[in-house]
């Protein structure tokens, strides 16, 4: 018989249909005479449940129906005598497909801890949470895609392995196939990166902008998702050092369009997944609900429904880092010395602490902050005349703080390569970058919005290694 998905089965099938499910099971509970075992296949957050007349199957195979046991079962769908759902199925047939030792199986059918189930990533796919965040995960990078398309964008594939740092700051993790006690070098005795397999130094992309922006001096829009690394050592609860970024790059636009762009951006994805994730929301928020019980009614956030809609109704605060410097510096946290770090000389960057002020207690809804000191910024951002700042923006989101970083970019050859020395960037390796400044410059603008965050905001989940499959942060590469 041809397989159903539960997903299906839940919605489609009606009673008196005969099915074969295969799947994993989650629980299996009962009586004397009958077991209701508790199968799901990952289609769907709801599992589908079986019943077995003991009389009619030997105990050999019911004793081999244990959590994490895999099994394919011929049924007939009938309506559920129970109260959670509409349908179960009557098997009547059941082989054991693979067994799942109970005794050894790390997943029991209970709560389990967080970072319990991070210590078994390979297998946290299984809890209902993972399943949950995985389900929203694919449809996010769907929407991503469709969004950009929509929107007349075409997908740049930038290089995972690059020779320059977009970002200048020098975190990064270097490609090399020397021996890592041997390398070649040079008669001074340095290494000589020269006979390294790329005949360069190399390092994995912290970000795809430079080449994305060489795209967009052409196709007018583009955007690159990719895989991005970063070797800097902060083991928060936002940091990875391998995560998934989004950059888009708009020719023709000011920092206006692109901050439009991205309010756009990100609203279309928490409609979309409001459109299409509403079980696994609704379980991640009842989850939420339970995990914050012990809280006081001031410290619980907000439901996470409610909390994607409230995004969705409103539009960002914008202002500029200026303004944001003279809230914070006249703040109650920061007047009573509340913050870790003090509000003190303008040009100093911002800490978590600060964008969440501002974000969540100050405005009470997404800001975006513009027009930085040059000073904490990076190289390619369009200079103002003040001589002081750049037309940079950062987008900040509640609970997360930076979701977005983006700027108009400096398309005058002479300013940048003036801010290149400055910050003394090697002109030479740039040179196909400031190609683009050189033939037929125009103003452009883009921005990069760090998947994972956003994915922490559209599960409401607190921990950023919550929310990729197999997280990479310093000292853990495990799986
Ligand atoms: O602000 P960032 O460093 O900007 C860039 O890389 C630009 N080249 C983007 C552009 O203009 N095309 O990073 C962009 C976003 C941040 O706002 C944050 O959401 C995310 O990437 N991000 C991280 N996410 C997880 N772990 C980290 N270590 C991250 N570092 C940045
Ligand atoms: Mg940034």
Redesign the pocket.
Known sequence: MKRTEIKTLLQDVEVGTKVNVKAWVRTKRGSKNVAFVALNDGSTIHNVQVVVDRDKFDDSILSKITTGASVSIDGEVVASQGSGQKIEVIANDIIVLGESDPEKYPLQPKKHSLEFLREIAHLRFRSNTFGAITRIRHSMIFAVHKFFTEEGFYNIHTPIITGSD??GAGEMFRVSTFEPGNPPRTEDGKIDWKQDFFARETNLS??G?LEVETACMAMGKVYTFGPTF?A?N?NTT????E?W?I?P?VAFADLEEDMDLAERFIKYLLQYALDHNQDDLEFLSKRLQEAEKGKKESERSMELIEKLKFVLDDSFERITYTEAFNILRNSKPNKKKKFQYLIENWGADLQSEHERYLVEKHFKKPVILTDYPADIK?FYMKQNEDGKTVRAM?VLFPQIG??????QREEDLEKLTQRMKAMDIPENEMWWYLDTRRFGTAVHS?????F??LMLFVTGMGN?RDVIPFPRTPQNAEF
């Open positions: 977009a970002e912290v970000s902008q970063r800097e902060s936002r940091h990875l050092s995560f970024m950059e790059e990076a950062d930076e979701i977005i970083g983006g700027s883009g921005f990069g919005l760090g994972e965050r950023i």
